[in-house]
């Protein structure tokens, strides 16, 4: 018989922690997922969650929206304002990679811009891009706060709404993006590629932390995702498109004092099929001050962080390449 543990955590190729959350119903069940979640967030700062909730129509309608955009001329998807395009070229200091983007607030007045502007029609309908982007944003937002929640309650914080109140914040400044990876041979002559003993693959988006809260993605049945929860370290994730992952931000790391962990990570192109991606990136408002939470505060573990508000750490951010350090000039 298996126990209750292993039912709830079962092993997946790569070895990487699964969480169940359609286990989280019961109380009893509920204090075992929160459990496997916050080991999971001390281990790897990553975790893949299965049974999400969410529902499986508003995930096929974002993958369809996804696919019909990157399949546009350049030209058109250049025009996609008010949102953000890109093409190789990642923030804007000379980083990059063999990833296309679309990348917007998840504002609900910035995305109804884009009905106002017309600037993405699917199928010749201004409105759908608009409606499946809104439904599915408003889904993994739920997904994320039921999983902010479970780790506020396993680490005994006494507000248990600390971490998700603040991306259900009508200021939030949670971010949306869009990836394609389009099939690239891997070569061992290129210099914008990595090189192991058998061949080298060029790099889709290269190492780095996601510095907001928490960040949800979803794939589709393509590989390419590696994280590095030790220096020098990659993990290849194997794709699942029925579930999400779940990637511990830099402000996460900060507000849990340095317990869990802001998971290093990139994406390497696969050399025969097209990786596509949609992730979420929870953040709180950009006034909110981000301050290390009393309880993981002790005379053993001392405060390793000087608080800050989120637009101060997103200028540091925007300021820096994708790879560098920025937890560290944030430290007392
Ligand atoms: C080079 C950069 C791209 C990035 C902003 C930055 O200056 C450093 C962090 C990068 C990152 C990584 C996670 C997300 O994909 C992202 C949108 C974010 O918030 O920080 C990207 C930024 C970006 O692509 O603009
Ligand atoms: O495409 C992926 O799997 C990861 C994308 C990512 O890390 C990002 O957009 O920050
Ligand atoms: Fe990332």
């Given at each position: 018989?298996?126990?209750?543990?292993?039912?709830?955590?079962?092993?997946?190729?790569?070895?990487?922690?699964?969480?169940?959350?359609?286990?989280?119903?019961?109380?009893?069940?509920?204090?075992?997922?929160?459990?496997?979640?916050?080991?999971?967030?001390?281990?790897?700062?990553?975790?893949?969650?299965?049974?999400?909730?969410?529902?499986?129509?508003i995930i096929a309608k974002m993958e369809e929206v996804s696919?019909?955009?990157?399949?546009?001329?350049?030209?058109?998807?250049?025009?996609?304002?008010?949102?953000?395009?890109?093409?190789?070229?990642?923030?804007?200091?000379?980083?990059?990679?063999?990833?296309?983007?679309?990348?917007?607030?998840?504002?609900?007045?910035?995305?109804?811009?884009?009905?106002?502007?017309?600037?993405?029609?699917?199928?010749?309908?201004?409105?759908?891009?608009?409606?499946v982007v809104?439904?599915y944003?408003?889904?993994?937002?739920?997904?994320?706060?039921?999983?902010?929640?479970?780790?506020?309650?396993?680490?005994?914080?006494?507000?248990?709404?600390?971490?998700?109140?603040?991306?259900?914040?009508?200021?939030?400044?949670?971010?949306?993006?869009?990836?394609?990876?389009?099939?690239?041979?891997?070569?061992?002559?290129?210099?914008?590629?990595?090189?192991?003993?058998?061949?080298?693959?060029?790099?889709?988006?290269?190492?780095?932390?996601?510095?907001?809260?928490?960040?949800?993605?979803?794939?589709?049945?393509?590989?390419?995702?590696?994280?590095?929860?030790?220096?020098?370290?990659?993990?290849?994730?194997?794709?699942?498109?029925?579930?999400?992952?779940?990637?511990?931000?830099?402000?996460?790391?900060?507000?849990?004092?340095?317990?869990?962990?802001?998971?290093?990570?990139?994406?390497?192109?696969?050399?025969?099929?097209?990786?596509?991606?949609v992730?979420?990136?929870?953040?709180?408002?950009?006034?909110?001050?981000?301050?290390?939470?009393?309880?993981?505060?002790?005379?053993?573990?001392?405060?390793?962080?000087?608080?800050?508000?989120?637009?101060?750490?997103?200028?540091?951010?925007?300021?820096?390449?994708?790879?560098?350090?920025?937890?560290?000039?944030?430290?007392?």
């Open positions: 018989m298996r126990s209750d543990h292993q039912k709830l955590k079962s092993a997946i190729g790569d070895d990487l922690p699964i969480i169940n959350l359609s286990s989280s119903s019961s109380s009893l069940q509920r204090s075992e997922v929160a459990r496997l979640i916050v080991k999971a967030c001390e281990e790897y700062g990553f975790f893949k969650v299965i049974n999400h909730g969410v529902p499986d129509h696919f019909n955009f990157f399949s546009k001329p350049v030209t058109e998807k250049q025009q996609a304002t008010p949102f953000g395009y890109g093409c190789k070229n990642i923030g804007f200091n000379g980083d990059s990679g063999e990833v296309e983007y679309l990348l917007f607030s998840t504002n609900p007045l910035f995305i109804a811009q884009a009905q106002s502007s017309n600037s993405i029609s699917i199928d010749n309908d201004p409105t759908k891009f608009r409606s809104s439904s944003i408003e889904a993994v937002r739920e997904l994320a706060c039921k999983i902010l929640d479970l780790m506020a309650e396993e680490l005994r914080v006494h507000d248990t709404s600390a971490f998700s109140k603040l991306i259900r914040d009508v200021e939030s400044d949670s971010i949306f993006r869009l990836n394609h990876y389009p099939p690239v041979l891997c070569s061992s002559k290129n210099n914008s590629s990595i090189s192991n003993s058998t061949n080298s693959c060029k790099v889709g988006i290269g190492e780095h932390s996601d510095p907001q809260i928490l960040t949800i993605l979803r794939s589709n049945n393509v590989s390419g995702l590696e994280i590095s929860p030790n220096h020098g370290v990659w993990i290849p994730v194997s794709p699942d498109p029925t579930a999400f992952f779940i990637n511990v931000g830099d402000l996460l790391q900060v507000m849990t004092n340095g317990k869990f962990v802001s998971v290093k990570h990139r994406v390497l192109s696969n050399s025969a099929e097209s990786r596509m991606s992730a979420y990136f929870g953040a709180p408002s950009l006034d909110a001050k981000v301050t290390t939470l009393p309880e993981l505060v002790t005379p053993t573990k001392p405060c390793l962080y000087r608080p800050f508000t989120w637009a101060e750490y997103k200028k540091t951010v925007y300021s820096l390449r994708l790879g560098d350090s920025r937890l560290e000039l944030f430290r007392k």
